[in-house]
C-alpha cells in the first residue's frame, strides 16, 4: 500500500542559526499522482554555553565576575544574554543582554545580598535551549560579604613623636 512506503531524507544543518526550509520531490512513475512536493520547515538554535564560573572579587570590590566557553553554535554573529536573581529561579527576561565576550563583571551588587547567574547564547533572533546555571547556584549562589577593614597593626610603639611626625617600631 503506498502509505506503508518511506522515505529517509537526510539534510545537512546550516552552519547558521534561523529557519531554513528544503523542498523534497518524490516521483512515482506507477502512481497517478505524482510527482508530489513536501516541504520540510526546520529551526538551527545557537548551542548553550558551558563552563559557566561566578566569581566574588576580592574586597573592597563588590563584583561579581562570570566567565564561560563560548556555544559551539557556528553562528558568526552571536551574542550573550545573562540573568540574574537573589533566588536560584532564573527570571524570564535577562539582566543584561547583548554581550560580545565570554566574560562580564557583575558591578551593581549590594553588600549581604546573594546572586545567581545563568547565561545563553542568542543569534539571529533565537536563543540557545537552556539557560545554563553556574554552579554556585547548586551551593547558594554567590553571596556578597560585607568587607571589613583589615585589623588594627599591634606590637608598634611610638617614638621621636612632633606635631607633625610619628615614628612607629
Do not use: H, M
Amino acid at each position: 500500500a503506498p502509505d506503508s512506503d518511506s522515505v529517509s531524507v537526510s539534510v545537512d544543518a546550516p552552519s547558521n542559526t534561523g529557519t531554513f526550509s528544503c523542498t523534497i520531490f518524490v516521483s512515482d512513475p506507477a502512481a497517478t499522482n505524482s510527482p508530489q512536493t513536501a516541504t520540510v520547515t526546520y529551526t538551527v538554535r545557537p548551542s548553550d554555553v558551558s563552563g559557566v564560573v561566578a566569581a566574588l572579587a576580592a574586597c573592597p570590590s563588590r563584583d561579581i565576575n562570570l566567565s564561560w566557553t563560548a556555544a559551539n553554535s557556528g553562528a558568526s554573529l552571536k551574542t550573550y544574554n545573562i540573568y540574574r536573581n537573589t533566588s536560584n529561579t532564573a527570571p524570564a527576561a535577562p539582566y543584561a543582554t547583548g554581550i560580545t565576550t565570554t566574560t562580564w563583571t557583575d558591578s551593581a551588587t549590594v553588600t549581604g545580598s546573594t546572586y545567581y547567574y545563568w547565561v545563553e547564547t542568542a543569534s539571529g533572533g533565537l536563543t540557545s535551549p537552556s539557560k545554563v546555571p553556574a554552579p554556585s547556584n547548586a551551593t547558594g549562589g554567590v553571596n556578597v560579604p560585607v568587607c571589613s577593614p583589615p585589623a588594627a597593626p599591634t606590637g608598634l610603639s611610638a617614638s621621636n613623636a612632633t606635631c607633625s611626625q610619628v615614628s612607629l617600631t
